[in-house]
């Protein structure tokens, strides 16, 4: 089946910190991948997405690339600022499908 | 543009009691989910609709839940009898189109068994 791992929190960063959680997926076929965001007290959105291969996708100083070869796609930010403190959590959606699969979520608590 | 709303957002009540949820999606959209999100895991589809027509409901627990979407926009999710394995988040999101990775989600109910 589908599924994605992502790394296991808590992160704590100081500010202006580089950023990586690591996210593997297992899939068939060439599935959309998402990192979604969660912020104290409001609703998961969509940070961003990458739908081939080599793709990257990149929003709000956070980006990832789509790595077919390793089956992974990592979230990165080079300079994370206190208001960054989330949980996040890679996503697939696999080929011809319309269903999330979540990772476990990684909770980020950026200081000042 | 108004976003998913969810009511209540907190709900705590004893095992064998019954609770429900309200999902009203955005405006237009025609797809609605409804997802578990265990403590620290991710959410977990519960099932989806097309309009008012549950098209995958294959994770939900039919024994103790339902839910309904009659006039096709605001859906209701509901378990009876609650178990306490069933203290959760609940959450709500729609899509404008079937398949699409633009899920919008609501802020969820989180719900306590006890």
């Known amino acids: 089946g589908n599924s994605v791992t992502q790394m296991e929190g808590p992160v704590t960063l100081s500010e202006e910190a580089f950023l990586t959680i690591n996210c593997t997926y297992t899939a068939t076929g060439y599935p959309s991948l998402f990192w979604y965001v969660q912020y104290p007290g409001e609703g998961l959105q969509l940070l961003l997405k990458?739908?081939?291969?080599?793709d990257k996708g990149s929003n709000k100083g956070f980006e990832a690339t789509y790595r077919k070869e390793t089956t992974s796609f990592h979230l990165e930010k080079g300079s994370v600022q206190v208001s960054d403190s989330a949980v996040y959590f890679c996503?697939?959606?696999?080929?011809?499908?319309?269903?999330?699969?979540f990772g476990a979520g990684t909770t980020v608590t950026v200081r000042a | 543009e108004a976003g998913v709303v969810q009511s209540p957002r907190y709900k705590i009540i004893e095992k064998k009691q019954p609770v429900a949820f309200w999902c009203n999606p955005i405006s237009g959209h025609n797809t609605l989910y409804w997802y578990r999100q265990n403590l620290g895991q991710g959410p977990e589809l519960l099932i989806r609709?097309?309009?008012?027509?549950?098209?995958?409901d294959s994770q939900l627990p039919k024994d103790r839940f339902s839910a309904e979407r009659l006039k096709g926009v605001d859906s209701t999710l509901k378990i009876q009898p609650a178990e306490l394995g069933d203290s959760a988040v609940y959450l709500c999101?729609?899509?404008?189109?079937?398949?699409?990775?633009?899920?919008?989600f609501g802020p969820g109910t989180r719900l306590t068994v006890t």
């Open positions: 609709y097309e309009n008012e027509e549950a098209v995958d």
């Open positions: 999101a729609s899509s404008t189109t079937p398949g699409s990775y633009e899920q919008y």
């Open positions: 996503a697939l959606i696999a080929a011809n499908d319309y269903k999330l699969s």
């Open positions: 990458a739908t081939k291969a080599d």
